[in-house]
């Protein structure tokens, strides 16, 4: 046993050693293929250096062959000038020719020069009158701001006033439910001796209904009255820059007409849209109305001295949602236009029309609810199936609002690209002065290229000068 421990200690020794011989073999392998790759880089790049020795000698030959040339373009440039000198004194000749000219262009020249300072001058009174409307335009936008900002508020404290009721609603229900004890011949014999109390219970919660749509309908005018001052704001930022280009009537006139139809075609397609909006929460409260309904004919009436305390609950709870809805209403009434007005009036006689009939549904429904004992088990699954439409509704309302807000961000977003292209016009004004100072410059080169006519012989003597130069 021990030999055979000693001989694999040996063995192992030796495997270490073999290891670490081979360990730096590789080492040595990798340094030497590092080398040879340093080799062939050096390799590569004395051929580049060659490469290059060739293209300077190639550069140096033609550089050789251009002096040649240019010493040849020397030789002419002097015959040139002794031609140049020659037609120099047949310019002399012409100078009194020339002089007449100058003088008429002298002339034409002072003209062109006061034109332009007229225009310079007209052009600096459109840009004070520029000013000035930006200046109007920048506090109307503000008026505006503020009164959205306004309107803003007006519709958090609706979208409050209505949070509150319906969690009054959600009240309501839970302690209905409570009371809510399902016994299918108490329940019939209950319902047939206190079915008049009934009656006047639901007769209240459609009141208290009423209010609610009434506190709907102001929140809806709150929002038209937002849409109609974003319109307004529209039209004021719109309607300036006509006034702007009056240097082209032609254009003017059709661009004032272009901004007319696309405000036309706006108005047009927001008015739509609240139409939508109204109709969608007209029928949203229809729907609700109609699940309160089917709620109460559910709910079996146990005892008459409970439907008395619901009936004086409901009472109480119609007052305040119709203070509520009168004190919503005076709020919506200052900041309403007289399209939503109208609107709401129509709505308001539609809904009146829909509670009759539902009224008279409502008594039928309940007749015919007596002899139908067998449904009251499936009352409690009703329920909360109507309780789930409710919240898909509330969430529908939502993302209404969000939308509403959405698009008065988009109007917003549009009066600021108004202003700049306002500020556009106005760089345009700034282009003119530019092409005034242009034209003067042009003038006053004509003049030095007609002084330098008059000297010929200075122009030909300062070429002389250039050329022994080079």
Do not use: Y
């Amino acid at each position: 046993m021990l030999q055979k421990d000693l001989l694999l200690q040996d063995l192992q020794q030796k495997s270490t050693e073999s290891e670490r011989q081979l360990q730096l073999q590789l080492q040595t392998l990798q340094r030497h293929t590092q080398q040879l790759g340093q080799v062939e880089a050096l390799n590569a790049c004395i051929d580049d250096l060659k490469a290059k020795n060739d293209e300077l000698e190639e550069e140096k030959t033609k550089m050789k062959q251009e002096l040649q040339q240019l010493r040849r373009q020397h030789i002419l440039l002097s015959r040139e000038n002794t031609k140049l000198k020659e037609a120099a004194e047949e310019a002399e000749t012409d100078k009194t020719t020339l002089t007449s000219q100058l003088q008429q262009q002298q002339q034409a020249a002072a003209a062109a020069a006061a034109a332009a300072a007229a225009a310079a001058a007209a052009a600096a009174e459109e840009k004070k009158e520029l000013q000035q409307q930006l200046k109007e335009t920048q506090q109307q936008m503000e008026e505006q701001q503020k009164e959205q900002h306004n309107i803003r508020k007006q519709l958090e404290m609706l979208q409050q006033q209505q949070q509150q009721q319906q969690q009054q609603q959600q009240q309501q229900q839970q302690v209905d439910d409570e009371r809510h004890t399902p016994a299918a011949a108490a329940a019939a014999a209950a319902a047939d001796s206190a079915s008049p109390a009934a009656d006047a219970a639901a007769d209240v919660s459609i009141d208290s209904e009423a209010a609610a749509a009434a506190t709907t309908a102001a929140a809806a005018t709150a929002a038209a009255a937002a849409a109609a001052a974003d319109n307004a704001g529209m039209e004021c930022t719109e309607s300036k820059p006509p006034q702007e280009g009056q240097s082209d009537p032609a254009v003017a006139a059709s661009a004032a007409e272009q901004q007319q139809q696309e405000q036309q075609q706006q108005q047009e397609e927001q008015q739509q849209q609240q139409e939508e909006q109204q109709q969608q929460q007209e029928e949203q409260q229809q729907q609700q109305e109609q699940q309160q309904q089917q709620e109460q004919q559910q709910q079996p009436d146990d005892d008459s001295g409970e439907q008395q305390e619901m009936f004086d609950s409901g009472a109480s709870d119609a007052e305040d949602a119709e203070a509520a809805a009168r004190s919503s209403s005076k709020s919506s009434s200052s900041s309403s236009s007289s399209s939503s007005s109208s609107s709401s009036k129509r709505s308001s006689k539609k809904r009146g029309r829909d509670k009759l009939k539902e009224r008279g549904s409502g008594t039928k429904k309940r007749k015919v609810k007596k002899t139908q004992d067998n449904e009251n088990a499936s009352g409690d699954s009703d329920v909360e199936q109507q309780q789930q439409q409710q919240e898909q509704q509330e969430q529908q309302q939502q993302q209404e609002q969000q939308e509403q807000q959405q698009q008065q961000q988009e109007q917003q977003e549009q009066q600021q690209q108004e202003q700049q292209q306002q500020q556009e016009q106005q760089e345009h004004g700034s282009q003119q002065d530019e092409d005034v100072k242009g034209l003067q410059q042009q003038s006053e080169e004509q003049q030095q290229q007609q002084q330098q006519q008059d000297h010929p012989e200075q122009q030909q003597q300062q070429q002389e000068q250039r050329k022994e130069g080079r």
